[in-house]
């Protein structure tokens, strides 16, 4: 297998849309998911991402394996901890906040997590984590105490996610925290665009195919939808994969 990184540069380089449905083990309950990923097969999603910011031991992997069984679309881990490890998934984004300045969410985790990342074969990706201010608390500031990145300070928000590239990490991944009330803004995405050479990941508070077509217009190559499709399961039908030219 080529590998999920890989795959991402590759679609990166067509030029095409990624798109990450974001399934928290928390929030969905196992009863719904074969229907659900039924949907997510028949969409235009390319990827499935599984993390929250507080999962019971155990629920990740159990919701993994479901997952698995119905689709062949690649299964990303987005943990909120090491807790949330499991071999059954493709790939972790390994994530450093370089937005906050807790230790523990810029290196102290990550060694937490090396005892179990030895028993898998999971890709693992360095990804630089940014969380922007969004108008309201997200849980991403609750578990990490760490402050968001103030939307108006473009310069800095670009010159962290420069800095991440250049400490090695392979995607960037700006977060507006799940359920934003404001998702991260077109001119802060393009201007991290501008700058970067590695692929750039957008989520928070997208809930219409207008912002999802804007976020991909100022330059997201991924965009990841959470909120949206746990409100409403059927909102994953207005993303139907166009079969007319088939
Ligand atoms: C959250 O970026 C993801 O970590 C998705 O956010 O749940 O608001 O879609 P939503």
């Given at each position: ?21 974001l399934i928290d083990p928390d929030k969905f309950s196992l ?136 400490l090695g990490m392979k995607l960037i991944y700006l977060e507006a925290g799940s359920g ?67």
């Amino acid at each position: 297998m080529e590998g999920v990184y890989n795959c991402i540069i590759n679609a990166v380089g067509k030029e095409e849309r990624l798109l990450a449905v974001l399934i928290d083990p928390d929030k969905f309950s196992l009863s719904k998911i074969k229907r659900f990923i039924a949907k997510v097969n028949a969409s235009i999603a390319t990827h499935i991402f599984v993390g929250g910011s507080t999962v019971k031991d155990n629920d990740t992997q159990v919701l993994v394996e479901n997952i698995k069984k119905n689709t062949i679309l690649p299964v990303v881990l987005f943990p909120g901890d090491v807790t949330q490890i499991t071999s059954e998934a493709d790939a972790l984004l390994f994530l450093s906040l370089i937005s906050g300045r807790n230790p523990e969410y810029l290196i102290g985790k990550h060694v937490e997590a090396i005892s179990k990342l030895r028993l898998t074969k999971l890709e693992v990706i360095p990804t630089g984590y940014i969380l922007i201010e969004n108008g309201k608390e997200t849980a991403v500031q609750r578990v990490t105490e760490t402050k968001p990145m103030p939307r108006e300070g473009l310069n800095q928000i670009v010159d962290t996610a420069k800095a991440g590239e250049f400490l090695g990490m392979k995607l960037i991944y700006l977060e507006a925290g799940s359920g934003a009330q404001h998702p991260v803004t077109t001119e802060i995405i393009a201007s991290v665009k501008r700058e970067l050479n590695i692929p750039l990941i957008v989520g928070g508070g997208i809930r219409t195919k207008k912002q999802l077509d804007a976020t991909y217009n100022a330059g997201a190559n991924m965009v990841v939808i959470g909120t949206a499709f746990e409100e409403n399961e059927s909102f994953i039908e207005a993303f139907k994969k166009d079969t007319s030219h088939v």
